[in-house]
């Protein structure tokens, strides 16, 4: 334990230098790296065809090649998903991180390179390792076990002669850590990988409550399915009880907001937070500051990052900005080119800097997940927001909720339809909706405006529905496991009238 702590130190003084090198050289370190990504795709069947050879700045990158959806970039994915070399990215491609289709209906196949693991999503993690050591300098984290919540594997049987692998990002990180990170974590891949999401909670739970837990890191909803298991079988009613030394929560893939008093409720008052944004694409930001929930953007682990004001997003020739021009409270949807041969790719977050000295952000949600029915352009920031407050002041709490539109009819405005799965209910609705209604008009002026006099939009109704209806709804659509989330808002009644359906047939 001694050399390891040892090994740690000098790892924690490594990392911290460099990351503070990027920090204070964000500009220059995303110039050098968009040209080494361009060098490197010049020979790739995608860099020919759009003449990588002769991009000689970033004008010419941004003129030469294509802003592109998944959509738009599935037949070249297809290629490397069947085996071929060379296509988007010079080096082999063996894993696909398989998103889980939040924003299409279609699985997504992202493919992680070598250099995506190692310069990116490991680098970070040292990273992030680092920055919590460095903030919290009496921790005994390296004193037990983090236990890492992760998905699963797939065979790639649509593929059959391929030598390709696919599963959720979290599963595909896990199956290639190096030695002396499984060594710090619980529970065995055997266990922490398997398809059976069901099962594999069960199992997590009985081996895992035996343990020293000092760390968790997962999706918060997920998270807590597992905490509760394993106080039920250790009869206990605070984590604490369990895992005494547990220190750290790792979350991210869903905002913390709507789960943070339901995680108070069970765990240790003096354990730690930290939020990262880590995606299937790439890992993007840490929270590097214990008093902020701020993320700090990571400008050197293999991603070039690109901008599009949200406004501008669904025009026919969007503005389309570099990191230098970003501007402090603008929301954005982000365009990533990186080291897994996704060129200029648009991944469907996006997200508003709170500070460009460095850089730091919030994620705001996703391009897909708004309502804007009406004109009111709600985003999930708002929205996940607005509800913390009406929980907050009216001393309830929640496990899950997705919100739509009520169309405008005859009779009718149009509204916004809330349905919430309460842990304990306000014991006034109307004064919990009132809440939720003046917070999302004090955070978004587009939904005071629809809201004003009822002119456009009405008040939103919120229904209560049944405990385990959200869970039935995602078995029910194989959405169950770590990287699947519940929908937070729609443009549509599509996922509203599914959970109606499952309440009348009785079925959660």
Not at 48 to 69: G, L, M, R, W
Request: net charge negative; aromatic share 12%; proline share 5%.
């Amino acid at each position: 334990m001694y050399l390891l702590n040892q090994s740690f130190n000098w790892l924690l003084k490594q990392r911290l230098s460099r990351l503070q090198h990027a920090i204070e050289n964000p500009i220059d370190m995303q110039a050098t790296l968009l040209h080494t990504l361009i060098q490197k795709g010049a020979q790739t069947e995608y860099g020919q065809q759009f003449s990588y050879h002769t991009i000689a700045t970033k004008q010419h990158f941004k003129e030469q090649v294509p802003i592109c959806t998944y959509e738009e970039l599935y037949p070249y994915i297809e290629k490397v998903l069947q085996g071929n070399v060379n296509v988007l990215w010079p080096t082999p491609i063996k894993w696909f991180a398989k998103s889980s289709g939040t924003t299409n209906d279609r699985s997504k196949f992202i493919p992680v390179s070598t250099e995506a693991l190692k310069e990116g999503h490991y680098k970070a993690g040292k990273d992030m390792l680092a920055i919590y050591l460095s903030n919290q300098t009496h921790s005994q984290l390296l004193h037990g076990k983090n236990l890492a919540m992760g998905g699963s594997l797939y065979t790639n049987s649509f593929c059959p002669n391929s030598d390709t692998k696919y599963g959720d990002v979290s599963a595909v990180i896990m199956k290639n850590l190096p030695l002396w990170a499984k060594w710090a974590s619980t529970p065995g891949l055997d266990i922490a990988l398997l398809e059976n999401w069901e099962e594999k909670l069960e199992k997590l739970a009985q081996i895992t409550a035996q343990e020293n837990i000092t760390s968790i890191t997962g999706i918060p909803t997920w998270l807590l399915v597992l905490l509760n298991k394993v106080l039920a079988i250790k009869q206990a009613t605070n984590i604490a009880e369990v895992w005494p030394m547990l220190e750290l929560f790792i979350h991210g893939g869903v905002s913390f907001t709507p789960y943070k008093d339901l995680f108070k409720n069970i765990a240790s008052p003096n354990i730690h937070y930290m939020e990262v944004y880590n995606a299937s694409e790439g890992f993007f930001a840490i929270q590097d500051q214990i008093n902020s929930s701020e993320l700090l953007l990571l400008v050197d682990h293999g991603v070039y990052y690109e901008f599009i004001p949200i406004e501008e997003l669904d025009t026919p020739h969007p503005t389309v900005i570099d990191l230098g021009d970003v501007k402090v409270g603008q929301i954005y949807a982000l365009v990533i080119t990186t080291n897994a041969g996704l060129w200029r790719y648009q991944i469907g977050d996006t997200i508003k800097f709170t500070s460009t000295a460095p850089y730091r952000i919030k994620i705001a949600g996703r391009t897909k997940h708004f309502i804007n029915a009406f004109g009111e352009e709600l985003v999930i920031d708002n929205a996940d927001m607005a509800i913390a407050d009406a929980c907050i002041l009216t001393g309830t709490t929640i496990s899950d909720y997705t919100a739509g539109p009520n169309y405008i009819s005859d009779n009718k405005k149009g509204q916004h339809e809330w349905l919430i799965e309460f842990v304990q209910e306000p014991t006034n609705l109307d004064e919990f909706t009132d809440i939720l209604d003046r917070k999302l008009q004090e955070l978004n002026s587009d939904y005071e405006a629809k809201r004003y006099k009822d002119f456009i939009l009405a008040k939103p109704v919120i229904r209560p529905v049944p405990k385990g209806v959200f869970y039935t709804w995602m078995k029910k659509n194989n959405k169950l496991g770590n990287q699947n989330k519940v929908p937070r808002l729609f443009n549509s009644r599509k996922y509203l009238d599914e959970i109606y359906h499952l309440i009348q047939d009785n079925v959660y």
